[in-house]
């Protein structure tokens, strides 16, 4: 398998490009005028969908939204950088993460039936606690824009290799495609476009994957053999290195991700509470393959002896490269840009979407309480609109957004497990909680500038937990988890007030 | 183009047929609920047990990128997988009814 054979296919123009960007959206624009005529009347149907998503969209959307673009092609390029260990340490904890949330959501939406936001519940678990409560709304809002930044630049940064289309047009036009359809009709617009989304990502992904298989001569053997001859501890799930140099960080930081994340909190709401813990079993259970078929290019391209500088410097360009420079049909190249953008557009509609619920609740309700439904409607919306321009603007400005990547990291992870607490231990209390996070942080994100991602992890973990346990045990005051059903100011009546 | 690639273009077809008629049916049925303003609360017939299962979830996927380094026929086992996600997927629109009833 000579790498010298590998070249661009022919044929990927910028108008090509551009309708691949433009079509999905167009689609899902009508999906969306059919949703704002049909299931959106107020704020209460635009950021919970009136709590009647089921099992089928709740697993659609959760797969779709849990997707991220760079996630598709970062299982490739985990295996490409770390053989099968990376993919193993990539993948096990991303499903496994999902899962997590089960009984956390149980006791929540047992607890709080009419709930919208994780902050929210913190409001009402710490004695409305304002520091409480800000530091888990900005560390929120905080995750949401990273995860619509993320995803701009993976999208861009895919668009513009494949097609000659500038980066900055493909960033704005993938903005303005998702916020255009997004803007109508909330969650059920994410929900249900977001369920498409994992058809675009599945079915395209396994054909993709195995198109680029029978596109070389002698299939998956050759492959098999030609990584075998070069590193056969690529082949192995049991390199140690790839534990210690992301796989164990990145395990935290998955469930962080998803326990500290209102993305998932609010499905957790808009479900129906029959369908909450089999929603996301299912979810996990079902997003597994689809990160595991898409490894497998990063297998192609260690068979290849491909180098990072071969694909531009960046590994995570592996999935990509391979793909379009393998002389595939173009309907094979069109499908994997399909997956990509399926990927991004959901986890952006989906963030965008948890961000208007937060905006709704968290900010105007709570500080502005008697604004009428017609203005919470509309600043709910345009709420969505500013979330994605901020995150475009940060894209287009070229700045290095490493430190919003990192006070999101010290942010998510030093509230894991407080979180966690406050949820299942009732003993939990408010100086434990804010203590824990900010000696966490304080302490822990030095560490981890100086010692690496493995140390700093650990500690922001053991410091943030530690600190809530003996706190609850110093002070021994039970929390009684019943108040939170009787204290629930925000009725779903109060944010359906519009409805006829 | 190969038997197999021909073969998993079958299943595709196959998956994307249950994953949009589950759709049309779970949009369906969301629009006929949409009016309903109760506010559920029973979640007895929601799942009671998921330690096991989300154990045999993870343990399922190790293994099968474990045995992705054993032999080459292994690597299309995800492939296969994932066209099984956009199945389910669609056959869980229909499951929900049945959960629902609480059969």
Request: glycine fraction near 10%.
């Amino acid at each position: 398998m000579d790498k010298a054979a590998l070249a661009l296919s022919p044929g990927l123009t910028t108008g090509l490009g551009l309708c691949l960007m433009i079509v999905p959206g167009v689609i899902f624009l009508g999906i969306a005028y059919l949703i704002r005529r049909n299931l959106v009347h107020n704020t209460h149907d635009f950021i919970i969908s009136n709590r009647r998503v089921g099992l089928g969209f709740g697993v659609g959307s959760i797969i779709s939204v849990w997707t991220w673009a760079m996630a598709v092609m970062m299982s490739s390029a985990m295996t490409f950088q770390w053989g099968l260990s990376g993919l193993f340490w990539f993948v096990v904890p991303n499903g496994l993460a999902v899962m997590a949330v089960i009984p956390l959501a149980r006791i929540l939406r047992r607890r709080m039936p009419e709930g919208y936001t994780i902050s929210e519940f913190v409001f009402h678990r710490f004695g409305q606690s304002q520091i409480a409560t800000t530091v888990v709304t900005a560390t929120m809002i905080f995750g949401i824009l990273l995860e619509i930044l993320i995803n701009l630049k993976g999208t861009s940064v895919v668009m513009s290799t494949v097609f000659p289309i500038d980066w900055r047009w493909a960033t704005l036009l993938t903005v303005a495609v998702v916020l255009t359809y997004s803007y109508f009709g909330g969650l059920w617009t994410a929900v249900m476009t977001g369920t498409i989304n994992t058809w675009m990502i599945t079915v395209p992904a396994a054909i993709v994957v195995v198109a680029v298989f029978s596109q070389i001569d002698g299939g998956a053997t050759a492959v098999f053999s030609a990584v075998e001859a070069s590193d056969p501890t690529d082949l192995s799930i049991f390199q140690g290195a790839a534990a210690s140099g992301f796989g164990i960080t990145l395990a935290f930081g998955l469930l962080a991700a998803t326990v500290a994340d209102q993305t998932f909190w609010q499905k957790v709401w808009a479900l129906r509470p029959n369908q909450v813990g089999r929603t996301f079993m299912l979810s996990g259970m079902l997003f597994y393959p689809i990160p595991i078929c898409l490894g497998a290019l990063g297998l192609v391209g260690l068979a290849y002896g491909l180098t990072p500088e071969d694909i531009g410097g960046d590994i995570v360009a592996i999935g990509p490269y391979v793909v379009s420079h393998l002389g595939l049909p173009m309907a094979i190249i069109i499908a994997y840009v399909f997956v990509i953008l399926a990927a991004c557009y959901s986890t952006i509609d989906g963030a965008s979407s948890a961000l208007s619920s937060i905006v709704a609740v968290d900010i105007v309700k709570r500080f502005f309480p008697g604004t009428t439904e017609s203005t919470l409607f509309y600043v709910t919306k345009l709420s969505m609109l500013l979330g994605g321009i901020i995150a475009a603007a940060i894209v287009l400005s070229g700045v290095d957004f490493t430190s919003l990547v990192l006070t999101t990291y010290a942010l998510k992870t030093s509230i894991l497990l407080p979180l966690v607490l406050a949820i299942a231990w009732p003993r939990t209390n408010t100086i434990g909680f804010v203590a824990g996070i900010a000696l966490a942080i304080a302490i822990g994100m030095p560490l981890r500038s100086v010692y690496g991602d493995l140390i700093g992890t650990l500690t922001i973990l053991g410091i943030s937990g530690g600190v809530v346990v003996t706190a609850g045990l110093l002070l021994n005051k039970t929390f009684d988890m019943a108040k939170l059903t009787e204290d629930e100011p925000l009725s779903d009546d109060q944010l359906s007030q519009a409805k006829g | 183009m190969t038997t197999l690639l021909i073969v998993f273009l079958v299943l595709g077809a196959i998956a994307t047929a249950l994953f949009f008629a589950g759709y049309t049916h779970g949009t369906i049925a969301a629009m006929r609920s949409h009016n309903d303003q109760t506010v559920e609360v029973d979640d007895s017939k929601d799942i009671q047990r998921y330690g096991w299962p989300v154990a045999l979830a993870v343990l399922a996927a190790a293994t099968i990128i474990g045995l992705m380094g054993v032999a080459p026929a292994f690597i299309y086992v995800a492939p296969v997988l994932t066209i099984v996600t956009a199945a389910v997927n669609g056959i869980a629109f229909f499951a929900e009814d049945r959960f629902d009833r609480g059969s």
